[in-house]
């Protein structure tokens, strides 16, 4: 599996007060808002060690907050607040200590994580004399830094199993939404994203029905999911996924999962797979004849000499007419059984047309290499990133033990 590692946004910004009083919003640059938090929260005179260990644990706490769309997916146009009831420190205007400065250059795109885990991990601190917390103590990290600790060593000290993430990408912010509603008849990584992040919810909410899997096509299980989920959390019960119920998706996901949570259950982060099965043929069934429906369907699409086909995974009379077609389109044999030589041609086709029109590379960026090319819905920098092994019922999230060192 191809490295999930989030950006960090060129620009972050930031609400002067509680999420819901009535202030200014400031946008900064990410590096400046690290070195205006830092110059708030810790002391310049601290050692190294303990200025390194504090600085990962801010930057990583607000990358928390962008990964999750903690606030936008609220309603909120900022990523942040200034309220440390709720976030961390920033004063509007200050100036910035120099050496924090030099090390807030180094280490504004390094982020901590758990092993396994692709979300920033939410590295909550308090100061550790008037106030104290499940996480970091920031006096206490400079009395670890006195007796020799480095960075990483207080940072575990504190958090556990933890990794460094060194030299993220940086990017532009980009919301998760796709831009346009969902509905039935939709397909593509957008609709996985909707399927699995309702399969997990649902967990929470029996009411919602369970999708027997997530295959990328809304149809009318998901679209019974989705109205259920309206009518449970207040929305227009439509069945249309448009930004309101998208956010609430986001929302609720980030809650059950516990994403914005120093206890976070983690998000993992897989791909279907579309390597070549052994040959589909009139009469199978399951999960790969559902690939192979899907790529002829997004096929039938664009080339009319192939006929539309429906996705039930059944290779009865219409798909075999669709592979017929598409065996003679290609010049291929036409022995209507996808043979190696048939699914390459059909995949190829449909990738094709899935990268230059089904996919918005903006928000699921493809992260390949020659070792992965049959691997799509490449992951992604965002929350509703597809997690990726099919949902069924009773599935459920695994328990993960962490390591103490």
């Excluded at 400031?26 to 303990?50: G, H, L, M, Q, R």
């Excluded at 644990?57 to 309220?83: K, P, Q």
């Excluded at 799509?376 to 695994?398: E, K």
Aim: aromatic share 12%.
């Amino acid at each position: 599996m191809p490295a999930v590692i989030p950006y960090v946004p060129q620009t972050i910004t930031v609400h002067l007060g509680a999420p819901g009083a009535s202030a200014a919003n400031v946008t900064v640059s990410f590096s400046d808002y690290v070195k205006n938090v830092a110059s708030s929260e810790i002391y310049p005179t601290w050692d190294e060690s303990a200025l390194r260990a504090n600085i990962l644990a801010i930057v990583s706490f607000a990358l928390n907050r962008v990964y999750t769309e903690f606030y936008r997916s609220r309603g909120y146009d900022f990523d942040i607040t200034n309220n440390t009831a709720y976030d961390q420190a920033f004063v509007n205007g200050r100036s910035f200590f120099t050496n924090v400065t030099m090390l807030v250059n180094e280490l504004f795109n390094d982020y901590l994580r758990r092993p396994g885990f692709v979300e920033p991990l939410a590295a909550k601190f308090c100061n550790g004399t008037t106030v104290t917390c499940e996480g970091l103590s920031q006096w206490g990290s400079q009395n670890l830094a006195e007796q020799g600790y480095t960075s990483i060593q207080i940072l575990r000290s504190y958090y556990g199993n933890v990794e460094v993430v060194a030299n993220a990408p940086i990017a532009g912010y980009t919301s998760s939404y796709p831009g346009t509603p969902l509905r039935r008849g939709s397909i593509g990584p957008n609709v996985v994203v909707i399927q699995v992040e309702m399969n997990r919810i649902s967990q929470n909410y029996p009411a919602i029905p369970k999708l027997s899997s997530a295959d990328g096509i809304f149809g009318s299980q998901t679209e019974a999911a989705v109205r259920k989920f309206q009518e449970i959390f207040d929305l227009t019960v439509d069945g249309v996924v448009g930004k309101a119920t998208w956010y609430a998706l986001v929302r609720l996901y980030t809650a059950v999962t516990q994403l914005s949570e120093l206890r976070s259950q983690g998000q993992q982060f897989y791909d279907i797979s579309w390597e070549y099965p052994n040959s589909p043929r009139k009469g199978s069934t399951g999960e790969k004849v559902r690939h192979l429906q899907y790529m002829l369907a997004v096929l039938a699409a664009y080339i009319p000499q192939i006929p539309s086909v429906t996705v039930d995974g059944i290779f009865g009379n219409e798909t075999l007419d669709a592979v017929l077609a598409a065996q003679r389109y290609f010049g291929l044999p036409q022995t209507g059984v996808v043979d190696a030589k048939t699914w390459e041609a059909i995949y190829d086709q449909f990738s094709g047309i899935e990268n230059v029109s089904l996919r918005d590379v903006e928000v699921f960026p493809t992260t390949m290499n020659s070792t992965q090319r049959r691997q799509r819905y490449a992951m992604t920098s965002t929350i509703t990133q597809f997690p990726g092994n099919d949902l069924s019922r009773g599935s459920q999230d695994p328990v993960r033990q962490e390591v103490i060192r």
